[in-house]
């Protein structure tokens, strides 16, 4: 056991107001004294002083020894609650004891290394402290012994003070994704675990630990997220001691990562953000995320989707006349989704078959793309590579490539099953028929959509679990295919939001929020997924009039208003658009491309108003200016709107308010206050301290705000 009057060495990241200090002990995995606000400059005697003063006293009915949790918890250490690794040999060294051999450190990282002889087993543990102040750590653990180790879990885990004991998540379902939920931390664990073989729309995204009543702005946040693809969980747990965690990993079925001798198994990053609000939590990923070489920097292609305008009626006579509205209004990028391969008529076959169906296109894509080139958009395609139909080609061909266990095939959903990216010879030929694509039409953009949970998902010839290896697989696709042809863009995208994590978005350039287009439930699921994702990540488009999920009818300065500060689209037959139409919506994209550069590389600012009120706002990295959009949800309970104050600017600069929404929003009676139709101008301190009064506006309606630096 660990000698409690070993000296410790305590190591100091700290940047972008964030600072993690490790506690050192030969005998045990690295401990955590802080994560939290930045403390400063400390000496090596500072750092000393905040181990000791720190330390936990001995318990009545506790361990002898002092324990501090490390982030790779060991049950040897009297830490009671869930361990970093759980695995064994038939049985056998099962609970790790781990010692020190060394410590790499960096300006803004460090890499553990241990050893635990007796089991046989080494770890890496590497922590870096990323561009904004966000954290993000993984372990490397691999097997010497000779025998095979049978790894059942590897999570990671960090500590929180006592003061944080209310929970922020989210859950939902498909087409109603990413909804809040919070709950308080009592004795005991709280776990939430996806088994669907991807993110899933149900999926936490970030499990919030803070101090109670925390929101967008107050309020100290600790929060975690699990940046992995497949199977996954986020926990959070306090002891009888009081002592508490938040932490998550990869979730693994039996057997799946099986351990011969030499070799080893990563997990995926676990990212850790703290903050004063959820802003600051959401803004450190966003800061990072852009921080990456990889993250797009050119300005967002305002991209046209034709699924919801023409689903499965292929032809070239009937997408020419889109394709030439699409040019009018401004689009850059046109996307010909499901139905252009195979037997592809409808939902239940050709799956899997990525070769150009002759029935639909005759002449192949060609015709098409060449008018969409001409017009000056890119080309951009829906695929599904994991995915098959029973009745295809590929399915007949190769019914052992389909992901089954024993005898049986899992229940279809969406008539579809999932092919076995994990067998080699499967993997090559989806690849090959999708560079076979790339090599022979122009296509700038895949959107890869994943339609079906991986349930029962088992792979030939014996059975085994295969979510692991599928994920790895999918994630080895992407870039075989982004490096085949450099500067190919990938959405993510499955059966909606089904696919939204780190893992995933290390490799793509943006997520498809949800199918339900709906702007009075894209309010919802815009704000939430910025929790993760800045605004250039996700996709939001103008829909129809008739919401296809929803049935409710919106107008159309609500659905511009809506899509505004997004990856913009349009998902709508503007074909049959009339001409006043057709000059709103080109109206709302030139005022996208006005302000995209900017408000995709500022930082977010929500607050809530009133219940039905939604203030949403981006304010430039340089303080400038700032856009917000105010909507109005549903009736006011009080009658009256009240005042809003606008987050986020600069208090000692002066700033104008332009309304510039293309068309204003419905104002029920004698709804304008006494400002509109003006330019106010105040200072950043009033307009985020007193702010101003809204206007009562008839619901599902919204307007735009610009407010710029005199």
């Known amino acids: 056991m660990p000698d409690p009057a070993r000296p410790t060495h305590p190591i100091h990241l700290r940047g972008e107001g964030t600072s993690v200090i490790f506690e050192l002990d030969d005998e045990q995995a690295p401990a955590v004294v802080h994560w939290g606000a930045d403390l400063g400059e400390l000496s090596a005697e500072d750092l000393l002083e905040l181990a000791r003063g720190t330390a936990e006293s001995t318990r009545t009915n506790g361990a002898d020894v002092p324990m501090r949790l490390g982030i790779l918890p060991e049950q040897r250490t009297g830490w009671a609650?869930?361990?970093?690794?759980?695995?064994?040999?038939?049985?056998?060294?099962?609970?790790?004891?781990?010692?020190?051999?060394?410590?790499?450190?960096?300006?803004?990282?460090?890499?553990?290394?241990?050893?635990?002889?007796?089991?046989?087993?080494?770890?890496?543990?590497?922590?870096?402290?990323l561009t904004g102040g966000a954290l993000r750590l993984r372990a490397e653990l691999t097997n010497t012994g000779a025998e095979d180790y049978q790894l059942d879990r590897l999570s990671l885990a960090l500590p929180v003070p006592e003061r944080a004991t209310e929970i922020l998540d989210l859950a939902g379902s498909g087409v109603h994704e990413r909804v809040p939920q919070r709950h308080r931390l009592q004795?005991?664990?709280?776990?939430?675990?996806s088994w669907r073989g991807r993110t899933g729309a149900q999926a936490a995204t970030m499990v919030h630990l803070g101090t109670p009543g925390f929101d967008f702005a107050d309020g100290e946040i600790w929060a975690v997220h699990t940046g992995w693809s497949g199977n996954h969980s986020h926990h959070a747990e306090r002891t009888w001691s009081g002592q508490q965690a938040i932490g998550g990993g990869e979730a693994l079925f039996p057997g799946e990562v099986r351990l011969a001798a030499g070799e080893s198994y990563t997990s995926p990053w676990?990212?850790?953000?703290?903050?004063?609000?959820?802003?600051?939590?959401?803004?450190?990923?966003?800061?990072?995320?852009?921080?990456?070489?990889?993250?797009?920097?050119?300005?967002?292609?305002?991209?046209?989707?034709?699924?919801?305008?023409?689903?499965?009626?292929?032809?070239?006579?009937r997408l020419l006349p889109i394709v030439e509205r699409a040019a009018?209004?401004?689009?850059?990028?046109?996307?010909?989704?499901?139905?252009?391969?195979?037997?592809?008529?409808?939902?239940?076959?050709?799956?899997?078959?990525?070769?150009?169906?002759?029935?639909?296109?005759?002449?192949?894509?060609?015709?098409?793309?060449?008018?969409?080139?001409?017009?000056?958009?890119?080309?951009?395609?829906?695929?599904?590579?994991?995915?098959?139909?029973?009745?295809?080609?590929?399915?007949?061909?190769?019914?052992?490539?389909?992901?089954?266990?024993?005898?049986?095939?899992?229940?279809?959903?969406?008539?579809?099953?999932?092919?076995?990216?994990?067998?080699?010879?499967?993997?090559?030929?989806?690849?090959?028929?999708?560079?076979?694509?790339?090599d022979e039409y122009d296509i700038g953009y895949f959107k890869w959509d994943h339609n079906r949970d991986l349930i029962d998902a088992g792979t030939a010839p014996d059975g085994r679990p295969?979510?692991?290896?599928?994920?790895?697989?999918?994630?080895?696709?992407?870039?075989?295919?982004?490096?085949?042809?450099?500067?190919?863009?990938?959405?993510?995208?499955?059966?909606?939001?089904?696919?939204?994590?780190?893992?995933?978005?290390?490799?793509?350039?943006?997520?498809?929020?949800?199918?339900?287009?709906?702007?009075?439930?894209?309010?919802?699921?815009?704000?939430?997924?910025?929790?993760l994702l800045g605004w250039e990540l996700l996709g939001s488009h103008i829909p129809s009039p008739r919401n296809k999920v929803t049935a409710r009818v919106s107008d159309l300065g609500f659905r511009g208003a809506t899509a505004l500060f997004g990856h913009l689209g349009i998902e709508?037959?503007?074909?049959?658009?009339?001409?006043?139409?057709?000059?709103?919506?080109?109206?709302?994209?030139?005022?996208?491309?006005?302000v995209r550069d900017w408000?995709?590389?500022?930082?977010?600012?929500?607050?809530?108003?009133?219940?039905?009120?939604?203030?949403?706002?981006?304010v430039a990295e340089d303080g400038s200016q700032a856009l917000y959009s105010l909507a109005q949800l549903d009736m006011l309970d009080t009658g009256r709107a009240g005042t809003v104050r606008l987050p986020g600017l600069d208090p000692d600069r002066r700033y104008r308010l332009h309304r510039v929404a293309p068309t204003g929003p419905r104002l029920a009676n004698r709804g304008a206050p006494a400002w509109w139709g003006s330019e106010p101008v105040l200072s950043g301190r009033v307009w985020g301290s007193v702010g101003v009064q809204a206007p009562?506006?008839?619901?599902?309606?919204?307007?735009?705000?610009?407010?710029?630096?005199?």
């Open 81 to 129: 609650g869930r361990a970093g690794v759980l695995g064994s040999r038939s049985g056998r060294d099962w609970s790790p004891a781990w010692r020190r051999t060394g410590v790499d450190q960096q300006e803004r990282s460090v890499r553990f290394d241990l050893v635990d002889e007796a089991a046989r087993l080494t770890a890496t543990l590497t922590v870096e402290l």
């Open 187 to 193: 004795q005991g664990r709280w776990e939430r675990e």
């Open 270 to 317: 676990l990212y850790a953000s703290h903050g004063r609000g959820l802003d600051e939590v959401a803004g450190r990923l966003h800061t990072w995320l852009r921080s990456r070489p990889t993250h797009p920097t050119r300005p967002r292609p305002v991209t046209l989707n034709v699924w919801e305008a023409v689903y499965f009626d292929h032809s070239l006579e």
């Open 328 to 438: 009018e209004v401004g689009v850059e990028r046109f996307v010909l989704d499901d139905g252009w391969f195979g037997a592809r008529r409808d939902q239940r076959a050709g799956l899997g078959d990525w070769v150009v169906s002759p029935e639909p296109w005759p002449d192949g894509l060609g015709p098409l793309i060449d008018r969409v080139h001409q017009l000056g958009m890119e080309f951009g395609l829906w695929i599904e590579p994991e995915m098959v139909n029973l009745d295809s080609d590929i399915a007949r061909a190769h019914p052992d490539w389909v992901m089954a266990t024993g005898d049986r095939l899992p229940p279809a959903q969406r008539d579809q099953q999932v092919l076995n990216l994990g067998i080699a010879e499967c993997y090559d030929h989806v690849r090959d028929q999708l560079v076979a694509l790339l």
């Open 466 to 531: 295969g979510v692991h290896a599928q994920t790895l697989a999918c994630y080895r696709l992407m870039r075989e295919l982004k490096e085949h042809q450099p500067g190919l863009e990938i959405e993510s995208c499955a059966s909606g939001g089904g696919r939204v994590d780190l893992g995933v978005m290390d490799i793509c350039d943006r997520i498809w929020v949800s199918d339900n287009i709906d702007p009075h439930e894209r309010h919802r699921l815009h704000r939430w997924s910025n929790q």
């Open 572 to 594: 709508w037959d503007l074909s049959e658009v009339s001409d006043a139409e057709r000059a709103e919506v080109a109206q709302w994209v030139a005022l996208h491309k006005q």
């Open 599 to 618: 408000v995709h590389r500022g930082r977010i600012h929500r607050s809530d108003p009133a219940t039905a009120l939604q203030l949403d706002g981006v």
């Open 696 to 710: 009562e506006l008839t619901p599902d309606q919204a307007d735009i705000w610009h407010l710029v630096a005199e």
